[in-house]
Each structure stands twice: as C-alpha cells, then as structure tokens.
C-alpha cells in the first residue's frame, strides 16, 4: 500500500533465481517488473524515489541462489522473514500434503528427511541444470534451521543490505515492523488503513506432541545460534 513501492508484475514472486528460468537471464528476469520509464512517472508523481520487489520463500535456502542475487543484484536490499522453524515445518508440511508432494505422516516425514536430502544441494552445486525434488518439497527441518542461511547470505551481500525480522514480531505488532523495514528500506513513514493477514492456515490438526518434542530438540541449538548471530532472541519455542 505504500504509495512509493509497486509490485513486481502480477505475481509476489518470479522464481527466478531458484527455477531452470534464471538460465533465461537478466532481461526475462527484469520483463517482470515496471519498466524505467513507468518507474520514473510514478516517482514524479509521488515525490520520491519508488521501489520494486519480490519475494521467494525458497531463495534463501536454495544452495545457488544466494550467489545468483548477491552477483546479479548488487544493489537491492533483502528482507528475510522467519518463522518460529517448528510451526514453519508443520505448515510446509500440510502444504505439500495438499499439493500431493508428500504421502507420508509428519513424523515419518521427518525421520525419512536426512535420507532424502543427502547429496541433493551438492548435486545442484555441480550441476546448476538440476532442481531437487527433495531440497524443495521435503525439507521440513533443514529449511529452519536458520542460522547458516542467514550467516551466508550476510556474507554475500553485506549485513548494510539485510533485514531479519521473525513472524512473530509481524504477526504481533506489524505497524511497529512494517515501520522498521521502511526505515531499512529508506522509504519515508506511512501507515496503511489496516494490516490484515495474508496466507492465513487454520491446522484442522495440530502438531502432535512426539512431532513438535523431536522439531524443538532439533532447533534447540540452531535457534541459539541464529539469536546470537543477529544480535535478537526471537523467543522461539525449544
């Protein structure tokens, strides 16, 4: 709703950078976006500079996306969302159920997930052609655990370029987060008419106990690490 800010296309997110398509370059990549021109009316008639964007929740996680970004966008400024990784998990989990992408319950979902994964993101190393099914449908628990992601991308690009905020602190007080990404971002204060929630899921089932003890164990000390990595405790559980 910010009065500086246009979306990319009719999508939130292009894939570009974690899909075959990025092999179709930069100049598809950008036919996404507002063009120059259309960039630079809207920016007179505001009064000020208006930036543009995507999202992507496979981005960060990808193993060559990050380098693509950091090479191919040198200037951009990146905001990354996390969610306590225990819910996080679940709710990839039911989605891919949905999806029909995975057949087996939560749990053995997660006990069969290092098996499933071993390899894949050194087999996308060597060779940038292959998708991996599993790094993008079954990676439940690699997905959260956080602080090695973040750490590489700062690394990439720089911790000037990078956001971290939690779910929690959006979901909770989003004026006060939006306002802080529009401080990070450079865009002058405004406050839209509401903040109502985007993507809700209700659990028809909730995570079972066994599940969420296992998932806690798991993200107990990523979790610690992420908190000291970013210099704030997002309280998650575990």
Do not use: C
Request: net charge negative; proline share 6%.
């Amino acid at each position: 709703d910010h009065p500086q800010v246009t979306p990319a296309g009719v999508m939130k997110g292009v894939h570009f950078f974690d899909t075959n398509d990025y092999h179709r370059g930069l100049d598809w990549y950008r036919s996404h976006f507002p063009t120059r021109r259309s960039l630079a009316t809207m920016a007179e008639r505001v009064g000020g500079t208006v930036l543009t964007g995507e999202s992507s929740p496979y981005y960060m996680f990808h193993p060559l996306a990050p380098a693509r970004i950091a090479t191919d966008l040198p200037g951009s400024k990146i905001v990354v969302l996390l969610r306590d990784p225990v819910d996080r998990a679940y709710s990839q989990y039911l989605h891919e159920s949905r999806r029909g992408y995975e057949t087996l319950e939560f749990e053995a979902a997660l006990e069969a997930e290092d098996d499933r994964l071993a390899g894949e993101a050194e087999r996308m190393l060597t060779d940038p052609y292959y998708d991996s099914f599993g790094l993008r449908h079954h990676s439940y628990m690699a997905r959260g655990e956080y602080e090695a992601q973040v750490r590489h991308l700062t690394d990439l690009v720089g911790s000037d370029r990078l956001l971290v905020v939690s779910s929690e602190q959006l979901f909770g007080d989003p004026g006060a987060t939006y306002h802080r990404v529009l401080r990070f971002l450079g865009l002058p204060e405004f406050t839209p008419a509401g903040f109502a929630a985007q993507n809700a899921n209700v659990y028809k089932s909730p995570i079972s106990a066994r599940a969420r003890d296992m998932l806690e164990d798991r993200f107990r000390e990523p979790n610690k690490l992420l908190y000291d990595f970013v210099g704030e405790d997002f309280g998650w559980s575990g």
